[in-house]
């Protein structure tokens, strides 16, 4: 796998991960907040629907204590004559079903001490049995005190007090997925909000009461303002979002939750765990609940009869498939995020990828480059690569390392020289040595033959040549052994500068030297050198008579003498002749090398200069351009002073010099 598809790979995984993280943490909380917000909106929801139930009890309660103000009941009572009492019928609901006309009652009844039924507004033909059996009647007549509450009834005795009632108890039970198990299939009982008012004479005696009620089977009166009061008729995707429902044990008997076919669910079941839980075990709950065909996030209370028996609940309930289709909004929107994140991460880390690639191969040929001795070679500027720092390390090695190869060809080729100077100069040495008799005995012949000729011998002239010549060649043998023989004894510490300045004496009033401008610029205070004076003069006479040569004239030449950080003395001759050819350079140290015309140069200069320098633990080097000009730098050992005989770097140290 190369480094693109890894880093990819390595992006896409980071931002999946992220990703996910972020998508899961963010549903968690999401759906935490907004079920803790929704779950206590459902449980306020609940305390209202209590409060809207207790208020249609006292509703129910101020509408007896106001009948019994304006109605004769001491009279109907004591007389046992409900004659009176007629105008009381227009009190009783008419319609069978729900009309929402909240002051209506379905039963009316008017009771003695005794708890005995004097009149049944909605049945005047049932009377004189006794109502004793109803809690809310007969705490009423004991306590002597206004009472109401929610009561179970049977049929039957709801039908005793209003024979219309009958087809609103009845209410066949529709069985719903997780609805709890029920054997009846009709409910034949029915929850009415019952009020009773005692009904005193004037002396206060108590003489009977009066009972009214509420049947909650179908209406729907109060879960329709409990819907109305909470939830304001929202909607969500056209349907109502929040419900309301009373409970008769387990069974809907009062509700705005629909079914498939938007009928109220009147006769369906809640389900098995709720049953538990608020019938039961009488206890709230708050929660997600399936409610007849859908889940709500719902709030059941228990509701109680006058006795604190429960007889059943009260349920609200909010829709959950709006915060369902939230949840899983924001699941998508995080997909969504992460998605895009991973697309951009991609491109990212794909592109960053590919010119990391490039830039590893720029790199890679870089290296083989240099690798096959391509020293000069150096990166290009990589714009913005991000890799400036390495690029840099890298020209700075391939710089040094062709620095270095700079140094070490010098080095190389001076030793090669040296070596080469070396043999030759032994060769040298030992053929003078050689020819240096027999010239010494032909030149004392020579001279013995002459000295016995006449003035007038006509081979006196061929003598006299021969002489001449021997001469010469014994000049040039001498020659030959200075340059191979080792410096004489006669060493001692010595002012480079005062030599140069006396060497300078001696050829500046030279006709070669009078176009030729002459700069100096030695350095003070250098320390001496070991030398034999006599020696380095003939250095000295050598260079720059060489350098007046290649000027032909006219010209500049610098001599320049400095001090090295390894305390070797240095000393520069600079002129602007002719220069030296590239060809030539590697030779003009050897015996014989000239490029002056037959009997101008003996090539000897040079290497006798080589031979003088290296004797004394130095090292002479040239730098010349055609053209241009020449520079001999010559570098030799000083003294540490004029005492101590120690020197400086010699010539065993001349690598160090190089840099090597
Ligand atoms: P010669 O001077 O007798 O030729 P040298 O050994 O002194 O012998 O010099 C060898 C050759 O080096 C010279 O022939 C000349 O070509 C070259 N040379 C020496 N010094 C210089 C210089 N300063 N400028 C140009 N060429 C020089």
């Known amino acids: ?14 931002t999946c991960l992220t990703g996910a993280v972020a998508t899961v943490v963010g549903i968690t909380t999401i759906n935490r907040n907004t079920l803790e917000e929704v779950q206590r909106k459902v449980q306020q929801d609940i305390n209202t629907a209590e409060l809207i139930y207790g208020y249609n009890l006292e509703r129910l309660r101020y509408q007896l204590e106001f009948i019994s103000l304006r109605s004769p009941l001491e009279e109907a009572i004591q007389q046992n004559d409900p004659a009176t009492l007629t105008g009381l019928d227009c009190l009783i609901r008419r319609d069978t079903s729900h009309n929402g006309d909240h002051s209506s009652l379905d039963m009316l009844t008017l009771v003695d001490a005794g708890g005995r039924v004097i009149f049944r507004v909605a049945n005047p033909g049932a009377k004189g049995d006794n109502l004793l ?5 007969r705490k009423c007549l004991t306590e002597r005190k206004p009472q109401a509450s929610a009561v179970t009834m049977p049929l039957r005795t709801i039908v005793d007090q209003n024979p219309r009632l009958e087809s609103r108890v009845v209410i066949p039970i529709v069985k719903t997925p997780q609805s709890v198990e029920l054997d009846a299939k009709v409910l034949l009982d029915g929850m009415v909000l019952r009020a009773a008012h005692p009904v005193f004479s004037r002396s206060g005696a108590l003489l009977g009461a009066l009972i009214g009620g509420v049947l909650i089977n179908r209406d729907y009166d109060i879960v329709d303002t409990i819907k109305e009061t909470v939830y304001q008729d929202e909607t969500y995707k056209d349907r109502d979002i929040g419900f309301a429902t009373i409970f008769l044990g387990p069974v809907r008997i009062s509700t705005n939750v629909k079914t498939k076919d938007n009928q109220r669910a009147v006769g369906t079941l809640v389900s098995r765990e709720v049953y538990d839980r608020v019938i039961i075990e009488g206890k709230d709950w708050v929660g997600r609940a399936f409610v007849v065909n859908d889940w709500y996030i719902s709030a059941y209370a228990p509701l109680y009869d006058i006795d604190r028996r429960i007889i059943g609940m009260f349920y609200t309930g909010i829709l959950e498939a709006k915060y369902r289709d939230m949840t899983l909004n924001t699941i998508l929107i995080f997909f969504g995020i992460t998605f895009i994140g991973m697309v951009i991460a991609f491109v990212i880390s794909f592109r960053l990828g590919h010119s990391i690639i490039r830039r590893i191969r720029i790199l890679k040929n870089a290296t083989q480059a240099i690798s096959s001795g391509n020293l000069e070679y150096q990166l290009p500027p990589g714009r913005s690569s991000g890799f400036d720092m390495l690029d840099e390390a890298f020209n700075d090695m391939a710089r040094s390392l062709k620095d270095r190869d700079d140094r070490l ?14 043999s030759l100069g032994q060769m040298a040495a030992g053929v003078a040595h050689e020819i240096n008799n027999p010239l010494g005995g032909i030149l004392l012949y020579s001279n013995l033959v002459l000295e016995e000729m006449d003035e007038d011998h006509p081979g006196r002239k061929n003598m006299e040549k021969i002489i001449y010549q021997t001469d010469r060649c014994k000049k040039i043998v001498q020659n030959l052994l200075d340059f191979a023989r080792t410096p004489s004894g006669d060493q001692r510490p010595t002012d480079i500068n005062e030599v140069i300045l006396t060497s300078l004496n001696l050829v500046k009033d030279q006709s070669m030297f009078l176009g030729i401008h002459v700069e100096t610029e030695l350095a003070h205070g250098l320390p001496l050198v070991m030398g034999d004076l006599s020696r380095l003069e003939e250095v000295f006479l050598n260079l720059f008579i060489n350098a007046a040569d290649a000027m032909e004239g006219k010209g500049t030449l610098k001599i320049t003498t400095w001090l090295t950080s390894t305390r070797a003395v240095k000393i520069s001759i600079r002129d602007s002749g002719k220069g030296i050819d590239r060809a030539y350079l590697p030779h003009i140290f050897e015996p014989f090398f000239t490029t002056k015309d037959p009997g101008q140069g003996t090539g000897l ?3 006798i200069t080589y031979g003088i320098i290296q004797k004394h633990g130095g090292f002479i080097d040239v730098e010349s351009e055609a053209g241009k000009g020449t520079t001999f730098v010559i570098t030799l050992p000083s003294c540490l002073n004029e005492k101590d005989e120690t020197c400086s770097e010699g010539s ?9």
């Open 133 to 137: 059996w109803d809690p809310v009647v």
């Open 409 to 422: 060809q010098k080095a190389f080729q001076h030793i090669t020289r040296t070596e080469r100077l070396a």
């Open 652 to 660: 065993s140290e001349i690598l160090g010099d190089y840099g090597v």
């Open 1 to 14: 796998m190369n480094l693109q598809t890894r880093l990819v790979i390595g992006f896409l995984i980071a």
């Open 605 to 607: 200069g040079l290497s």
